[in-house]
């Protein structure tokens, strides 16, 4: 194991039950995640993507298996250590945004604050700061019904950094956005997080935002496939990537 790991998943197995019926969500997943890793998580729906971030914030507890999040095991936490390691560690960016239509962007954003004991005046400075950061000064107190889609997700963004978490997982975050707007929202997505060395997993069913990733995991049917370093070399953990403007070029 690497000595910067930020994130052990060993052996995790997550079986829901339905009825009488078991849905393997998971089917034993290892994989590390270091910090300041850009992580996407593609797979098609029902892969279990959704359930591997859920899991590993802590949301779900897994039915076997071990998570290990900056040295803490998160299967042996109670549910009163698991909500202090989300305060502390992990911001959320979700497809449907999930803001409070009644409260403005500023509202949204300090939210997450107010449970920290900080003071209201420190609270609306440091949001402020998160709202100016992904673009939306001039938005401040507007509601969500009053943005259009990409600013929404701005303020989503805004909200899961305003706690400064080392970790940041995104559940299709641009899921619910037209490709142009999605750029832009995953563009600013990526700038704050690598000027803040912070570790994102995204999960995507859409390759063309996977690749925004530096590490693409492949999941199918609760399983990982494949991992791809999304270098410029372009090479996979285990053999050299075969990219299509090589064929081009040694033609
Ligand atoms: P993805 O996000 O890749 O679409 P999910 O993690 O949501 O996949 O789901 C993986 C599998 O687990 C699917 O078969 C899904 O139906 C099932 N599943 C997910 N959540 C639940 C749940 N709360 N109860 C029962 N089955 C679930
Ligand atoms: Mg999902």
Redesign the pocket.
């Known amino acids: 194991m690497q000595e910067n790991t930020l994130i052990d998943m060993r052996n995790v197995k997550?079986v829901?039950?339905?009825g009488s019926v078991d849905?393997?969500?998971?089917r034993g997943v290892d994989l590390q995640i270091a910090s300041g890793d850009i992580c996407s998580i593609i797979?098609?729906?029902?892969?279990?993507?959704?359930?591997?971030?859920?899991v590993l914030a802590g949301l779900?507890k897994v039915s076997s298996g071990e998570i290990i999040i900056a040295g803490k095991h998160l299967e042996r936490m109670t549910q009163g250590e698991l909500i202090m390691f989300r305060q502390k560690r992990v911001g959320f960016i979700f497809q449907s945004f999930n803001l409070m239509p009644y409260y403005t962007a500023l509202e949204n954003v300090a939210l997450p604050l107010s449970f920290s004991g900080m003071p209201l005046a420190q609270r609306n400075k440091r949001a402020k700061r998160m709202l100016d950061l992904v673009g939306l000064k001039t938005h401040m107190n507007h509601k969500p019904g009053e943005m259009s889609g990409g600013q929404q997700q701005r303020v989503g963004i805004a909200r899961a950094l305003v706690t400064d978490p080392q970790i940041v997982f995104a559940?299709?975050p641009t899921g619910n956005l037209d490709s142009s707007t999605s750029d832009e929202v995953m563009h600013v997505i990526i700038n704050i997080l690598r000027e803040q060395k912070k570790t994102l997993v995204m999960?995507t069913?859409d390759q063309h935002i996977a690749e925004f990733g530096d590490k693409i995991i492949h999941?199918l049917d609760?399983r990982i496939t494949d991992i791809v370093i999304n270098a410029k070399e372009g090479t996979t953990q285990n053999e050299p990537r075969v990219r299509e403007t090589e064929g081009i070029l040694n033609a």
């Open positions: 997550k829901y039950h339905v849905v393997h969500a998971l797979g098609r729906s029902g892969s279990g993507k959704s359930t591997m971030l859920n779900e559940d299709e999960v069913h999941l609760g």
